[in-house]
């Protein structure tokens, strides 16, 4: 059986290094895709668990390491084994091996063994805030600040620099919102990197760039794209340094108002396209982005992607009507260019750009003929309504939407009834 095989080389009856990834190897192929364990060998695992992480402690060459990780990740499926992980000194073992060396050249092995402790620490992480006290953000704080350099550093390849970084916004998807301000730090002097507010920005400019990529390819969006997306959003919401760079950049004052604002290769356009994209749950999240963005305010967000493509989300949100979301923003107030103060009267609200003004085809009608238009339009929405094609809904007082004949009703005033005087 391999699972006995295996304890024996983590038991370091294996042969040193080489019998422990050859013993490994039959190991991770059977358990590759296997999620749910037999109960009776619970122990077994345990046991495993433990000697992977001596054997791991000790300075063992990367192709072992990858391999002990690999299994490891596999293990850590299993919630019940994962106790002996789960102590200080073993997360240190896992965070070390996390931790790339950037004094010397990126080795794709060295990058793997990353990846892959990465993958192992996100298992053991996934949900576990839930379950620690507020006492020991320290530690996600700690993991938080490493994850920052993982982002900050290159594999030997463009492919394994995107996985590197992908696997890093999956754990910070796991870290608490309160502890990702240690992504920014405040820039000493002599640096040359990225800079907003006297902060520095580069891990943020990362995550900014490898959304930007996840949108460019254009393909599984739900796997590739939310993490980034979700992450960089949380972040807005609660740091206020990161909101106001990132909307300098994903949003900057409008000046070109003559195309629509999903038309054209900025990040802004690409995210606009997203809002009306098939999968519910990426276009919510890109919509939810850029109106955190703009501090939830409706009346911003509209300005920079039209009535049109904000529809959905106003509507999920109850904010058909205008206003603004429910969290709590600074008020310093957008600044508006020339360009667009002089175009603003002729911007179409629902497209969100100038239009051409158009020929009213109504105008060489005779009245006789504008009649009988309307009458015909009439009848057209008549018929789908009454076969409920079509249902006519109205906007609440609150902002959400209605059927047409509820919202009425509410809107209407209830005249006081006169009372009788000589």
């Given at each position: ?24 190897a ?27 992480l ?24 299993d ?22 060396d ?60 995107e ?77 206020r340094?990161?909101?106001k ?96 103060k ?23 009608m ?30 609440r ?24 005087s000589?």
């Open positions: 059986m391999e699972l006995e095989a295996a304890l024996r080389a983590a038991a370091g009856r294996g042969g040193g290094n080489e019998g422990v990834e050859r013993v490994l039959p190991y991770i192929e059977e358990n590759k895709a296997i999620f749910k364990f037999d109960p009776a060998d619970e122990e077994k695992r345990k046991k495993l668990c433990e000697g992977i001596n054997i791991l402690e000790n300075d063992t060459k990367t192709s072992c390491q990858v391999a002990c990780l690999e299994a490891l990740r596999i293990l850590s499926r919630k019940k084994v994962l106790v002996p992980v789960t102590t200080k000194s073993n997360m240190k073992i896992l965070l070390k091996l996390a931790k790339l950037t004094t010397e050249d990126p080795l794709e092995e060295e990058t793997d063994c990353a990846i892959e402790a990465l993958k192992a620490l996100f298992n053991v992480t996934l949900d576990s805030w839930n379950v620690h006290s507020k006492n020991e953000s320290h530690q996600f704080r700690y993991m938080a600040a490493i994850l920052r350099h993982c982002l900050l550093i290159m594999g030997p390849t463009e492919d394994k620099t996985e590197l970084h992908s696997n890093a916004v999956n754990l910070l998807s796991n870290v608490p919102v309160s502890c990702l301000d240690v992504l920014i730090s405040p820039s000493s002097e002599e640096e040359t990197n990225l800079k907003y507010n006297g902060m520095n920005m580069d891990a943020i400019q990362v995550l900014l760039d490898f959304m930007e990529k996840r949108i460019d390819k254009g393909t599984s969006y739900r796997e590739s794209l939310t993490p980034v997306l979700s992450l960089l959003t949380e972040c807005c919401r609660v740091h340094d990161i909101r760079f990132l909307k300098a950049q994903v949003l900057p004052p409008l000046r070109d108002v003559t195309n629509r604002p999903e038309v054209g290769t900025t990040v802004r356009n690409k995210l606009v396209r997203l809002m009306t994209h098939v999968d519910l749950g990426v276009k919510q999240l890109a919509a939810e982005f850029l109106f955190v963005l703009c501090k939830e305010r409706v009346d911003s967000l509209l300005k920079y992607t039209g009535y049109g493509n904000a529809a959905g989300l106003l509507a999920a949100r109850g904010l058909l009507a205008g206003g603004r979301g429910d969290h709590w923003y600074s008020d310093d107030e957008d600044t508006d260019t020339e360009e667009y002089s175009a603003k009267p002729n911007i179409n609200l629902i497209t969100g750009h100038v239009e051409e003004p158009m020929p009213n085809p109504m105008d060489e005779t009245e006789e003929q504008k009649e009988y238009e309307a009458m015909k339009l009439v009848n057209m929405l008549d018929k789908l309504s009454r076969d409920e094609f079509i249902k006519p809904m109205g906007v007082p609150d902002g959400s939407m209605a059927p047409l004949a509820e919202t009425v009703s509410q809107y209407q005033i209830n005249e006081p009834e006169s009372s009788e000589d």
